[in-house]
């Protein structure tokens, strides 16, 4: 009896050590959550919602204005159609932007679509705001400023997605039937365009959202290693709600009692291929083969779409019109080496730019350049040979060889304060075209680097005459 007494003291002792020994790790862990991803995440949430809400409002509001257009012209063709599209029991994009800027639910009773993302980053919110006193105390008001932020993004970002909806459910009705009275409406152009930007855009603004940083990264491995936060994860994450673990296991057994299982499936078909007749195996089983067939195309049609909704727009879209505008920025930089003359010296240009995609095809951009002069093979001297600025435009015409065309201004004097560059009878001008060709690279820095070959138009007009073919190496940086 005391030799038990004394193993179940152990035990009780060792399991309090253990679980001690938990806490303590459990709080160190938290302790080492870092204060920037709590920042990250509270801006990535602004940034997301106000570029949400504006493209929201600002899409409604062009799809009202020519919807009213389109209203107008049918009530002078075709009242009955007018009435059919406009009438009190019908919602249009006013009655939808009038919601939205009330701050009324566009539609009631909406099923939320999963997002891992979203789903992944509220249970990490939640599981913190409940170890509070475990964190550190700079930590504890950003964390309750998140979880607000995040149960209005919840709000909003259900109402854009039935918005999205309800946007191609009224253009798809605006075209099948205003198209029989109006015939190819630049109206009706207008809203095809804009519905399909608008969900192009939202869908870039999301992955842009998703994108997790290195702060997020470093807070979810200290949060995966807590046993306590992966159980806390399984039991009330929005995927463990779809499967009812999120009441325990009765709720789950409750929320899968009554469905067919395998066997009773099989058991069924069976007794209906028994029932059918000598020809019922094959025809089920060319029936199966069909609906195999069916299915695989329906696979590869999601994996080419990236587990996106296919809709094939009736026009050629400009995919930068659904980019943010630093998206649209490219960063550049190229290097242009000259041979000395009885002149000048040997020299280096070396060129930064900012260009700007217009479209999938042109970029037009500006820079600044700086002449290094590097003297002579016997003699290396360093100096100051001149600055230029840049205009330029490239055109992309077939594959990665691009078209490219700009205009220069250069002074090829040397120089040593920023006085003696008000000399403007030294400036010249170059205009300059030529191929570029591009090619993709992945480096930390450099995504894609650029080889141009060059004419100057104006070379002869230089005194001296400067060499009338360029040849420069870019590299186009990343964001």
Same mark, same amino acid.
């Given at each position: 009896?005391?030799?038990?007494?004394?193993?179940?003291?152990?035990?009780?002792?060792?399991?309090?050590?253990?679980?001690?020994?938990?806490?303590?790790?459990?709080?160190?862990?938290?302790?080492?959550?870092?204060?920037?991803?709590?920042?990250?995440?509270?801006?990535?949430?602004?940034?997301?919602?106000?570029?949400?809400?504006?493209?929201?409002?600002?899409?409604?509001?062009?799809?009202?204005?020519?919807?009213?257009? #389109?209203?107008?012209?049918?009530?002078?063709?075709?009242?009955?159609?007018?009435?059919?599209?406009?009438?009190?029991?019908?919602?249009?994009? !006013?009655?939808?932007?009038?919601?939205?800027?009330?701050?009324? &639910?566009?539609?009631?009773?909406?099923?939320?679509?999963?997002?891992?993302?979203?789903?992944?980053?509220?249970?990490?919110?939640?599981?913190?705001?409940?170890?509070?006193?475990?964190?550190?105390?700079?930590?504890?008001?950003?964390?309750?400023?998140?979880?607000?932020?995040?149960?209005?993004?919840?709000?909003?970002?259900?109402?854009?997605?039935?918005?999205?909806?309800?946007?191609?459910?009224?253009?798809?009705?605006?075209?099948?039937?205003?198209?029989?009275?109006?015939?190819?409406?630049?109206?009706?152009?207008?809203?095809?365009?804009?519905?399909?930007?608008?969900?192009?855009?939202?869908?870039?603004?999301?992955?842009?959202?998703?994108?997790?940083?290195?702060?997020?990264?470093?807070?979810?491995?200290?949060?995966?290693?807590?046993?306590?936060?992966?159980?806390?994860?399984?039991?009330?994450?929005?995927?463990?709600?779809?499967?009812?673990?999120?009441?325990?296991?009765?709720?789950?057994?409750?929320?899968?009692?009554?469905?067919?299982?395998?066997?009773?499936?099989?058991?069924?078909?069976?007794?209906?291929?028994?029932?059918?007749?000598?020809?019922?195996?094959?025809?089920?089983?060319?029936?199966?083969?069909?609906?195999?067939?069916?299915?695989?195309?329906?696979?590869?049609?999601?994996?080419?779409?990236? %587990?996106?909704?296919?809709?094939?727009?009736?026009?050629?879209?400009?995919?930068?019109?659904?980019?943010?505008?630093?998206?649209?920025?490219?960063?550049?930089?190229?290097?242009?080496?000259?041979?000395?003359? !009885?002149?000048?010296? =040997?020299?280096?240009?070396? %060129?930064?730019?900012?260009?700007?995609?217009?479209?999938?095809?042109?970029?037009?951009?500006?820079?600044?350049?700086?002449?290094?002069?590097?003297?002579?093979?016997?003699?290396?001297?360093? =100096?100051?040979?001149?600055?230029?600025?840049?205009?330029?435009?490239?055109?992309?015409?077939?594959?990665?060889?691009?078209?490219? %065309?700009?205009?220069?201004?250069?002074?090829?004097?040397?120089?040593?304060?920023?006085? &003696?560059?008000?000399?403007?009878?030294?400036?010249?001008?170059?205009?300059?075209?030529? #191929?570029?060709?591009?090619?993709?690279?992945?480096?930390?820095?450099?995504?894609?680097?650029?080889?141009?070959?060059?004419?100057?138009?104006?070379?002869?007009?230089?005194?001296?005459? !400067?060499?009338?073919?360029?040849?420069?190496?870019?590299?186009?940086?990343?964001?």
């Amino acid at each position: 009896m005391i030799l038990f007494r004394i193993i179940l003291s152990v035990l009780f002792v060792s399991s309090s050590l253990q679980t001690y020994a938990q806490s303590d790790s459990t709080i160190t862990a938290l302790q080492n959550i870092p204060v920037k991803y709590i920042e990250s995440i509270d801006k990535k949430i602004s940034t997301y919602s106000s570029r949400i809400t504006n493209k929201t409002e600002k899409t409604l509001e062009k799809l009202s204005k020519w919807e009213n257009k #389109i209203h107008t012209l049918l009530l002078k063709v075709n009242p009955d159609a007018a009435s059919r599209l406009f009438d009190n029991d019908q919602t249009t994009f !006013s009655n939808v932007l009038q919601k939205i800027k009330e701050g009324q &639910q566009v539609i009631e009773n909406y099923r939320e679509k999963y997002d891992e993302y979203r789903d992944k980053l509220t249970t990490s919110m939640k599981y913190l705001d409940q170890q509070k006193e475990k964190l550190k105390d700079n930590l504890v008001k950003p964390i309750n400023e998140v979880n607000s932020k995040l149960a209005e993004l919840k709000k909003l970002s259900d109402g854009t997605d039935v918005v999205e909806q309800f946007i191609k459910e009224r253009k798809k009705q605006l075209i099948n039937e205003a198209v029989k009275y109006l015939g190819n409406s630049k109206y009706l152009t207008k809203i095809d365009k804009e519905a399909y930007y608008y969900i192009e855009t939202l869908r870039n603004y999301k992955e842009i959202f998703n994108d997790r940083k290195k702060a997020e990264d470093l807070a979810y491995t200290i949060l995966d290693k807590i046993p306590a936060f992966k159980r806390f994860e399984q039991n009330n994450s929005q995927l463990a709600a779809l499967f009812g673990r999120s009441s325990g296991t009765n709720a789950t057994m409750q929320s899968i009692a009554g469905l067919q299982t395998r066997s009773n499936v099989q058991s069924l078909i069976q007794a209906r291929l028994a029932s059918g007749g000598p020809n019922a195996q094959q025809q089920f089983n060319q029936n199966m083969q069909m609906a195999r067939d069916q299915l695989r195309q329906l696979k590869d049609k999601v994996v080419k779409s990236g %587990g996106k909704d296919i809709e094939t727009p009736d026009f050629k879209p400009n995919m930068q019109k659904t980019k943010t505008f630093f998206q649209r920025i490219e960063y550049g930089g190229n290097f242009q080496f000259s041979k000395n003359n !009885s002149l000048l010296p =040997s020299t280096a240009d070396i %060129g930064l730019s900012l260009g700007y995609k217009i479209n999938d095809k042109s970029i037009v951009g500006v820079g600044a350049s700086y002449k290094m002069g590097l003297g002579s093979a016997k003699h290396i001297s360093i =100096s100051h040979q001149g600055i230029g600025f840049r205009s330029f435009m490239d055109w992309k015409f077939k594959k990665q060889f691009f078209i490219s %065309g700009g205009i220069e201004m250069n002074y090829n004097a040397q120089f040593h304060n920023i006085a &003696q560059l008000q000399n403007f009878a030294k400036w010249q001008q170059a205009g300059l075209i030529g #191929i570029t060709k591009k090619m993709s690279i992945n480096t930390k820095w450099f995504k894609a680097t650029k080889l141009q070959l060059l004419y100057d138009l104006l070379s002869r007009s230089h005194i001296p005459y !400067s060499q009338p073919i360029l040849f420069r190496v870019g590299y186009s940086l990343k964001n």
